[in-house]
């Protein structure tokens, strides 16, 4: 079956450190994209990348970075320079070209201590 | 510029009553418009879409929404909800940028259904 793998699900990580963050996909789609949801703000986009090669920052992409060298896989690295990085951590897919419409993996949940 | 507003944060609703979850937006062109579901720690899941034609659209679950162009609005409704649709809702709408379709999302309604 078609899908997007998050890795890891439950992330637990001391301050100062960087997190790597997986998304992995099957489903053939050139658009991929990166989300943080934090409780009562919704979703806001970190980072998206609509071929391989090449990614563009979003709303909040400080203290983030982001790969695209193949088309299946779209890490994002958490680094130390992220002031508040504890949140839910969402990769979609654009399913509808032309419309927007996103398919999204199963989030990771990252937690600094 | 695009925005999204989901006024109700939280909707208590008792078993087999309707509900209605609001969702407004501007936007200065065409949008296309959304509702997805999420539960408790996973990821978002399509409900439903408006994207042309009729402006009443169903979705999965049971679940409806009305596309009202004057009002700006997208409210999302079900008949009779069960225990199942408790869960966390997000209106979100879609246009075209620069070749790049950028989406903005609400900030979310949960959704508790009371046995």
């Known amino acids: 079956d078609g899908g997007i793998t998050q890795s890891p699900k439950y992330l637990f990580r001391k301050e100062g450190q960087n997190v790597t963050l997986s998304c992995e996909q099957n489903?053939?789609?050139?658009?991929m994209y990166w989300y943080r949801q934090d409780p009562g703000q919704g979703l806001r986009l970190i980072y998206y990348?609509?071929?391989?090669?090449?990614?563009q920052k979003g709303d909040i992409a400080e203290g983030y970075s982001v790969s695209r060298e193949k088309k299946e896989s779209f890490p994002l690295t958490v680094t130390s320079a992220q002031k508040n990085p504890t949140a839910f951590y969402l990769c979609?897919?654009?399913?509808?070209?032309?419309?927007?419409?996103?398919?999204f993996g199963e989030g990771s949940r990252l937690t600094v201590l | 510029a695009q925005s999204v507003t989901q006024l109700d944060s939280q909707v208590p609703v008792f078993e087999e009553a309707p509900v209605e979850l609001r969702c407004n937006y501007s936007?200065?062109?065409?949008?296309?418009l959304f509702w997805y579901v999420q539960y408790p720690n996973q990821g978002l899941q399509l409900l439903l879409k408006?994207?042309?034609?009729?402006?009443l659209v169903k979705g999965i679950n049971g679940f409806e929404a009305e596309f009202n162009k004057s009002q700006t609005s997208f409210h999302l409704r079900k008949p009779s909800v069960h225990i199942s649709d408790t869960a966390e809702y997000f209106c979100?709408?879609?246009?075209?940028?620069?070749?790049?379709?950028?989406?903005?999302f609400g900030t979310g309604t949960k959704l508790q259904v009371i046995p």
């Open positions: 979609a897919t654009l399913s509808g070209r032309n419309t927007g419409e996103l398919f």
């Open positions: 489903l053939n789609h050139d658009a």
């Open positions: 990348s609509q071929i391989v090669n090449d990614f």
């Open positions: 936007s200065s062109v065409s949008v296309y």
């Open positions: 408006y994207l042309s034609g009729s402006t």
């Open positions: 979100a709408v879609s246009r075209n940028s620069g070749g790049y379709q950028k989406v903005t």
